[in-house]
């Protein structure tokens, strides 16, 4: 499951729209739509926000954005890898 996906099942599980979450956490919804597609990245100061109005600990939050970092990570390492080693 992806950051955006997990962002995604909890704000439908405390049935907020996407306005509804974004004006929650003080950001626009373009900017919570972006991240819930996995194209912008959760920012430091973004955590305890999404964790209040997601109802989740923030410890649980950092660990989802963290999975999802290294998994990025490990994609982009397995793509930058040619098939000869060179």
């Known amino acids: 499951m992806s950051l955006g996906d997990y962002l995604i099942q909890k704000r439908l599980q405390n049935k907020l729209t996407q306005d509804e979450a974004a004006a929650l956490m003080h950001i626009t919804p373009n900017r919570l739509s972006r991240v819930e597609r ?17 109802e989740v600990p923030e410890v649980e939050l ?10 990025k990570l490990s994609m982009k390492n397995e793509i930058n ?3 000869e080693g060179k």
């Open 62 to 71: 950092l660990n989802e954005v963290d999975r999802y970092r290294n998994f």
């Open 81 to 83: 890898i040619s098939p």
């Open 38 to 54: 996995n194209i912008g990245r959760v920012y430091a100061d973004e955590i305890a926000a999404l964790a209040r109005v997601l």
